[in-house]
């Protein structure tokens, strides 16, 4: 098993465009998440999905965009990007949710936006 | 919604000694409270969590404390040794999906 991957792993934008960072699990979850750790500063939750068709907004919503595309994947969207959004972007995944069981997280994508 | 603070953000222990990391969470309907490792550009660990039913959980050299009515709980890591160097982070999840985190402790253990 992979666990959670992520893709890409790095990714330098311009300010205005926009990406789309991909997570997949193979483990069968149905909870997954999004977070970004700014230098320095714990995780912060983003979006996150309890179940396959759901999404529910984070601490730091604004700016992004989720889609459950099934059970596997969950990807992140950023419309117009901002150089605030300059970050290392975890995945995760739950079996049932993240107060329940272990949150698997993925290695990260480092995004700049200059 | 949940906040969480977490003390000391660095800390500097001989190897052998213990280290005693302390948080803070404010909202009473969280119930579990999960501690990570992370190394440096790497993915946040698990290394242990309690429950809200729980006082206090062991494994081997770690440790965690939850006072529930002061809404405080600690990380304990005993004998510690120069690979127990890492940020840690402590966590508090409410509602089944929301997870806060600490900003982080750098724990720096010397040789």
């Known amino acids: 098993n992979a666990g959670v991957t992520q893709t890409p792993k790095f990714q330098v934008l311009k300010t205005g465009q926009s990406m789309t960072l991909q997570c997949a699990q193979d483990?069968?979850?149905?909870?997954m998440y999004w977070y970004r750790q700014d230098p320095g500063m714990g995780l912060r939750l983003i979006y996150y999905?309890?179940?396959?068709?759901?999404?529910d907004k984070g601490e730091v919503p604004n700016g992004y965009n989720v889609s459950r595309l099934n059970k596997r994947e969950f990807s992140l969207r950023l419309e117009s990007a901002a150089p605030s959004q300059t970050s290392v972007y975890f995945c995760?995944?739950?079996?049932?949710?993240?107060?329940?069981?272990?949150?698997?997280f993925g290695p990260g994508t480092r995004l700049t936006v200059l | 919604g949940e906040n969480v603070e977490q003390h000391p953000s660095t800390l500097s222990v001989q190897e052998g000694d213990s280290a005693v990391i302390k948080c803070t969470y404010s909202?009473?309907?969280?119930?579990?409270f999960p501690w990570y490792k992370q190394e440096l550009g790497k993915r946040p660990q698990l290394i242990i969590d309690?429950?809200?039913?729980?006082g206090e959980k062991k494994d081997q050299r770690i440790a965690v404390t939850l006072n529930k009515t002061a809404k405080h709980f600690s990380l304990h890591i005993t004998e510690t040794q120069p690979e127990d160097s890492a940020v840690y982070f402590c966590?508090?999840?409410?509602?089944?999906?929301?997870?806060?985190f600490g900003a982080g402790t750098r724990l720096t253990v010397k040789p």
């Open positions: 909202d009473s309907a969280s119930n579990y």
């Open positions: 309690i429950r809200s039913n729980v």
């Open positions: 999905s309890a179940s396959e068709g759901t999404t």
């Open positions: 483990m069968n979850h149905n909870s």
């Open positions: 966590a508090a999840v409410y509602n089944n999906n929301d997870m806060r």
């Open positions: 995760a995944s739950s079996p049932s949710g993240a107060g329940t069981d272990t949150q698997y």
